[in-house]
T-cell receptor
């Protein structure tokens, strides 16, 4: 079945450090890929997405590129802030009109803590 | 614009009591709807999903049930709560198009005591 593997956390960085959170996937077919962020006590928010190979999703200084050849969608940010402290989830999904009914498959989440 | 409402935000219930969590979506029609549970602030477990009124699919057999009485309303219920039902419950919706992803509600923190 489909699966998403994220790097183990927690990740602890100093402010202005470079961030990479690795995400690789296994899927039958050609999924769309997503990164979600969850701040303490809140629901998940879509951070960025990509729907085809070589697409780069970007938002709030975060970027991720859909690499079909390596089945990866690594999240990067050049300079993290304390306010970026959260849990980050990588996910994949297919067309909601297909047999998967639009269900997303999530990774286990990576806790990021940024210190001043 | 589309919005999703989930309530209550927090709930403390005794073991054996009933449960009803409600989720409604505005600004769209015929959404796919989902209930997730998140334990220990990390992993997400899909509980139920629905592709239309009265159509419910269960991913994990458990003490919970779901219903969709209206197009944009999704309810999570239990007749008798267990301690193991404690967790953070998230409702989400998705449109019927490629790459749309989910929009999540703000979640309900349920503590069974």
């Amino acid at each position: 079945g489909d699966s998403v593997t994220q790097m183990e956390g927690p990740v602890t960085l100093s402010e202005e450090a470079f961030l990479t959170i690795n995400c690789t996937y296994t899927a039958t077919g050609y999924p769309s890929l997503f990164w979600y962020v969850q701040y303490p006590g809140e629901g998940l928010q879509l951070l960025l997405k990509a729907t085809k190979a070589d697409d780069k999703g970007s938002n709030k200084g975060f970027e991720a590129t859909y690499r079909k050849e390596t089945t990866s969608f690594h999240l990067e940010k050049g300079s993290v802030q304390v306010s970026d402290s959260a849990v980050y989830f990588c996910a994949l999904g297919f067309n909601a009109g297909g047999t998967s009914y639009g269900k997303l498959t999530f990774g286990q989440g990576t806790i990021l803590t940024v210190h001043p | 614009s589309q919005t999703i409402h989930q309530w209550p935000a927090t709930l403390v219930q005794p073991v054996g009591s009933p449960l009803s969590l409600e989720c409604t979506v505005e600004g769209t029609s015929n959404p796919n709807l989902y209930w997730y549970r998140q334990a220990a602030g990390r992993g997400l477990q899909l509980l139920f999903y629905s592709v239309g009124i009265g159509q419910i699919s269960s991913e994990v057999p458990q003490n919970l049930s779901a219903s969709r009485p209206q197009d944009r309303q999704f309810i999570l219920s239990s007749k008798k709560l267990l301690l193991s039902d404690s967790g953070f419950y998230l409702c989400a919706w998705s449109a019927h198009e490629r790459g749309y992803g989910y929009t999540f509600g703000s979640g309900t923190r349920l503590t069974v005591v």
